[in-house]
């Protein structure tokens, strides 16, 4: 998929490492302005190893590194995307969008009904990429401790 555009997407193998993927993962976050940080900074290989044991992981690949991941996992009879992270010096070029496609294939694939995912209120630019691949913001909820929402939820019917 997307090899037009120097990447492809596939679903995780071992040809690279937990230790990658989380590696990707934390630097896409790490530096987003966002309260609370996200808590995959606290995560560990040995969490996405347990992660991957109920979850799939579909990854962007350039040049045989990776470029760009999301976690997908059964969810009241839709398929939860989370985690979705481009690398820094990716992004702007179709990987998240490519990622989400992909992750709806997969969505299709297991017969779920729709797509679920959440979005930090803080991050405009992610919820218009969210909503540019057809979900809607269906609630708005807060991160424990805080009195105003901090994230949505968000749903893409199939």
């Not at 995780?12 to 808590?39: H, N, W, Y």
């Not at 729709?114 to 930090?120: C, E, F, K, Y």
């Not at 991050?123 to 105003?148: Q, S």
């Amino acid at each position: 998929m997307r090899a037009d555009e120097g990447f492809t997407v596939q679903r995780f193998d071992r040809t690279f490492t937990v230790e990658g993927l989380l590696a990707l993962v934390q630097d896409a976050f790490r530096d987003l302005p966002i309260d609370p940080p996200s808590s995959v900074l606290a995560e560990t290989a040995a969490d996405f190893t347990r992660r991957l044991e109920s979850e799939e992981a579909l990854v962007a690949v350039a040049g045989g590194r990776l470029v760009g991941g999301v976690f997908c996992a059964p969810r009241e009879e839709g398929l939860y995307v989370g985690r979705l992270a481009v690398r820094a010096d990716q992004r702007h070029r179709g990987v998240a969008g490519a990622l989400l496609d992909a992750a709806k294939v997969e969505a299709r694939r297991i017969g779920a009904a729709r797509v679920l995912l959440s979005a930090r209120i803080a991050l405009p630019g992610n919820v218009a990429l969210f909503e540019r691949h057809g979900f809607v913001v269906v609630g708005e909820r807060c991160h424990p401790g805080f009195e105003t929402p901090t994230f949505y939820d968000m749903e893409l019917r199939l």
